[in-house]
């Protein structure tokens, strides 16, 4: 998940919380989606208030937004948490949702 540039990084947040651009600049009150994308493509640069909005929102630390390190084994774990509850929520049935959830606690025990 290394990523090289901060616009490559607030599109890794963006995306991996399925969120569109313009949905993320209503969140965050940036007026349009292009101003997202300007951010992005880093033809905008992100003031010291917006890091610290885009942090709070992904929940990840300023030092990931600007540097890309000190945040990757939670940035990881967040990542993995995510995957696991879209797939546990597109199970349908309760009662598979159950069993699902029993396995995992199997799995935590070895």
Do not use: C
């Not at 919380?17 to 940036?30: G, P, T, V, Y």
């Amino acid at each position: 998940m290394e990523t090289k540039n901060i616009g490559e990084r607030l599109r890794l947040l963006r995306t991996r919380s399925n969120m569109s651009q313009e949905e993320l600049a209503r969140k965050l009150h940036l007026g349009s989606r292009s101003a997202v994308s300007e951010l992005e493509m880093e033809k905008r640069t992100l003031s010291p208030t917006m890091i610290r909005e885009y942090a709070e929102l992904f929940d990840v630390s300023a030092d990931w937004i600007i540097f890309g390190q000190d945040d990757k084994e939670r940035m990881e774990r967040k990542i993995e948490t995510d995957e696991i509850l879209k797939a546990f929520f597109s199970i349908r049935k309760g009662s598979v949702r159950k069993v699902a959830i029993e396995q995992v606690k199997a799995l935590a025990k070895l």
